[in-house]
Every structure is written in structure tokens, then in C-alpha cells.
């Protein structure tokens, strides 16, 4: 079947093994999946199904790191049309707005902080990069520190917004003419169609004691979430299935998956100093929440997750790296 808006992948996005294996299989046009996408994408914008009936949302397991990819993937000029139409960016703009409270924005400032302290130098000697910026706000706090803040995007209208607030954007191309010491990825390797190819792009910006921070959707039991079935179950709740939303979450990692991927493109675990994690940390108002706080605390220094929600990381080059054959 000519699948005109779609293209099909045949080994993992992550690894490039091919021993994989189809774990669910549902027509973008057929219940549970039709009515998620409408639920979805309605009140963003809206959903035309008739660029969906050549192709079908299949998961595939990776048998050598564990990512679970969606084997059928929009082509270049269907994502387009889903981040620029589907999504409008006026309604997308309106509704994430109405969550720029006081916590959104400390957590910026907590973990940019961090970053700076990590470095042990004066912000105005660091580069800063937010590859995958959306609306350049993440962007928009390093600066306010006096970091140097760059952004990438794909979106010509999140592109012009930024760029209206004084952020400095540049194009896939200029990557690496620049030598960053952070790379922020925040929300962005699930929804690229060659994520390890991007890390190894990206690395060619990364400053030799630099880092990147690569932070996704948790797919650790996502697997279990799929035999609940539970395509309405709300994001964040326990049964949530965004990790593996159809179109757009086209990868969906687990820890191991993503230090497969990051080993394969010369780069190695790298741990923020504890002292760092606790000076820098925000939501300490209350005892219940200091509680709280130091338990994310410990559990993140265990598991390496330091973030509230997904799977938060960061890497370093490793010493003397070279690229491993894939």
C-alpha cells in the first residue's frame, strides 16, 4: 500500500537493532484510537482523518534496549500540517499560558541554577542551548540569569515568538558552527523520528565538559498501561497512555533505553552534585511539602531521576570517545 503521508520504520530509532516485535496494532480510524485523537486534537485545533486511512498506529517492542516505537510515522509534510494546523499554534499559545504560574517558572529557575552552580562560573561565560524550545520560555529564564541562551525549534510560529522576546534561534544546520556547555532537551526525543542520529548531531555542539540533559515520558510500564487499555485515562494519572500517544510520542523510552542510545553516540551518565540539588531546590514552603521534596529528592539520587515526571537525565562526553558502529 502507498502509504503517501506516512513512513514505515524497520528497525529501532534507538539501537537501529532489528529484532523487534509488534506488541499492539489498532487503524488510526477505529475505536479506542479514533475517539483518543479527537479528544486530543480537538481542542487544540482539530484532526482530518482522511490523511489517516493508509496507515495504522503498531507499537514495536525493541528486544535489545526495550524503546517501544510507533512503527508507522507522519512524513515530513504531514508533521508539518499536525504541529502548524492539527495544533494551532493561537490555541496551543492561549491554553499554555493559563499554566505559567509561579511553580512552572521556579522549576526553570531551580534547575538553571543548578546548572550554573554545577559549572562554577559567571553566567555570562556559559552557552546555554534549548534544542526543541517550543515558546523560547525556558530560553527566556537563562537569559534572565545573564546565561548566553540559544534555541532551536522546528515551528515557524514558536520561531518568530521567541525571537519577538530577544531570543537568539538558530537553524538545524548552524548546530554545529556553536559550542554549547548545556544542551537542554526537555519533552522533545520522544517525538523525533531518528533520535540517535539527533543525539549525535547534537553532540558535535556539546563542549567537552559540557552537558545534555535529555528528559521524555516514562514508558517503564507502559506496557502494562496498554493491557488496561485505558486511552482517556488523564496525563500524569497512573494509567495514562501519553507516553505512547499516537503521531506524536513516536518513541517511547525506558532509563536503559536511553543510555543504550546515549553510549552508542559517546556519552555517559553524568550525576548534578547533591549539594547543588539541595541548595537549588524549590517547593520547601510546608513541612508536608519538605517531606515531599526530600523524598523526589532521594528517589531521583537512586533511580537518577531527578525530574518530577518523565525520565530526566544527563550526560557528558565520554573521555576519549569515538562514535560505536551501529
Not at 542520529?197 to 547534537?202: I, S
Not at 542510545?261 to 510546608?286: C, N
Request: net charge positive; with cysteine; charged share 25%.
Amino acid at each position: 500500500m502507498n502509504k503517501r503521508y506516512f513512513e514505515v520504520r524497520r528497525d529501532c530509532p534507538t539501537c537501529k537493532s532489528t529484532d523487534t516485535r509488534e506488541i499492539y496494532s489498532c487503524s488510526f480510524l477505529k475505536p479506542p484510537i479514533r475517539e483518543f485523537l479527537k479528544s486530543f486534537y480537538l481542542p487544540q485545533g482539530k484532526i482530518e482523518f482522511e490523511y489517516l486511512k493508509e496507515a495504522d498506529f503498531v507499537l514495536e517492542e525493541c528486544n535489545g534496549c526495550g524503546t517501544i516505537f510507533q512503527k508507522e510515522i507522519p512524513n515530513s509534510s504531514l508533521m508539518n500540517k499536525l504541529y502548524e494546523e492539527w495544533i494551532d499554534p493561537r490555541k496551543v499559545f492561549g491554553l499554555d499560558s493559563r499554566k505559567d504560574n509561579l511553580s512552572k517558572f521556579s522549576y526553570y529557575a531551580q534547575e538553571i541554577m543548578m546548572i550554573i552552580a554545577f559549572f562554577n562560573k559567571m553566567p555570562s561565560q556559559l552557552k546555554l542551548f534549548d534544542f526543541g524550545m517550543g515558546w523560547g520560555k525556558w530560553c527566556y529564564m537563562a537569559k534572565a540569569f545573564g546565561c548566553n541562551s540559544y534555541g532551536a525549534e522546528l515551528s515557524k510560529t514558536r520561531v518568530e515568538y521567541a525571537q519577538s522576546q530577544g531570543i537568539r534561534v538558530i537553524t538545524w544546520d548552524e548546530i554545529p558552527d556553536y559550542s554549547f556547555d548545556f544542551i537542554n532537551t526537555e519533552q522533545v526525543f520522544e517525538h523525533i523520528p531518528e533520535p540517535l542520529e539527533t543525539l549525535r548531531y547534537l553532540k558535535k555542539s556539546l563542549k567537552q565538559d559540557g552537558l545534555i540533559k535529555i528528559s521524555v515520558p516514562n514508558g517503564e510500564d507502559i506496557k502494562r498501561r496498554l493491557k488496561i487499555g485505558n486511552w482517556m485515562s488523564p496525563k500524569g494519572s497512573k494509567n495514562s497512555l501519553n507516553p505512547v500517544s499516537p503521531l506524536e510520542h513516536i518513541n517511547c523510552f525506558k532509563q536503559d533505553s536511553i543510555t543504550k542510545m546515549a553510549d552508542i553516540a559517546g556519552l555517559e551518565l553524568a550525576k548534578m552534585p547533591m549539594t547543588s540539588q539541595l541548595v537549588y531546590a524549590k517547593d520547601w514552603k510546608g513541612m508536608k511539602q519538605v517531606i515531599k521534596s526530600l523524598a523526589k529528592f532521594i528517589y531521583g539520587n537512586i533511580h537518577g531521576n531527578l525530574s518530577q515526571k518523565g525520565t530526566y537525565l544527563l550526560f557528558r562526553q565520554k573521555k576519549n570517545s569515538t562514535l560505536l558502529p551501529i
